[in-house]
T-cell receptor
Framework: GAVVSQHPSWVICKSGTSVKIECRSL??????MFWYRQFPKQSLMLMAT?????????EQGVEKDKFLINHASLTLSTLTVTSAHPEDSSFYIC?????????????FGPGTRLTVT | GENVEQHPSTLSVQEGDSAVIKCTYS??????FPWYKQELGKRPQLIID?????GEKKDQRIAVTLNKTAKHFSLHITETQPEDSAVYFC???????????FGKGTRLHILP
């Protein structure tokens, strides 16, 4: 099956710094990737939809200037948390979907646990 | 906005018994409904999905039913085992926006 990787798997950063998280589709080309955030004991909340070669579409309430998304190639999307604060500490998960003609299934990355001190 | 409601939030069943988790959705145009299992600290894993052109799908001990008229779908796990303990999320594809929205999750405990 399709494989999605994420890097790093966990990161600790100081308040005010920026952190970049990478999401890669390893064996397929993903024109669309999704970024989710999951707080402890809560559901996955969609943050934004990342489309290759175009601007990301952000969900209501998600600050696009704080969570920068770049989808520069068909296999890589990055999420940069800028000026991180403790309340940004969370589990960030990306997912990728194979071309629409193949179905709707999304494949999830292993997640990145961000801790802001 | 469009959403997916999931019940119960917590479910405890005796090992060997069946577990049922129910979800409703609001977007009548939704046509794809996946179910995910998530273990602590890990990624969601797709366990079964159903499309709107069928009413039921089964895969060994897991089955999903869909009632499009009522806009609800359910996950059924039979002969539960300890390894079934996890958090389960239902989800629905919002056709208009082409994105998947998750329910709030059900924490399933299998009691020995």
């Amino acid at each position: 099956g399709a494989v999605v990787s994420q890097h790093p798997s966990w990161v600790i950063c100081k308040s005010g710094t920026s952190v970049k998280i990478e999401c890669r589709s390893l064996d397929f080309q993903a024109t669309t990737m999704f970024w989710y955030r999951q707080f402890p004991k809560q559901s996955l909340m969609l943050m934004a939809t990342s489309n290759e070669g175009s601007k990301a579409t952000y969900e209501q309430g998600v600050e696009k200037d704080k969570f920068l998304i770049n989808h520069a190639s068909l296999t890589l999307s990055t999420l940069t948390v800028t000026s991180a604060h403790p309340e940004d500490s969370s589990f960030y998960i990306c997912s990728a979907r194979e071309p629409a003609s193949w179905g709707y299934e999304q494949y999830f990355g292993p997640g990145t646990r961000l801790t802001v001190t | 906005g469009e959403n997916v409601e999931q019940h119960p939030s917590t479910l405890s069943v005796q090992e060997g018994d069946s577990a049922v988790i129910k979800c409703t959705y609001s977007d009548s145009a939704s046509n794809y409904f996946p179910w995910y299992k998530q273990e602590l600290g890990k990624r969601p894993q797709l366990i079964i999905d159903i499309r709107s052109n069928v009413g039921e799908k089964k895969d060994q001990r897991i089955a999903v039913t869909l009632n499009k008229t009522a806009k609800h779908f359910s996950l059924h796990i039979t002969e539960t085992q300890p390894e079934d303990s996890a958090v389960y999320f239902c989800a629905a594809l919002l056709n208009r926006d082409d994105k998947i929205i998750f329910g709030k999750g059900t924490r399933l405990h299998i009691l020995p």
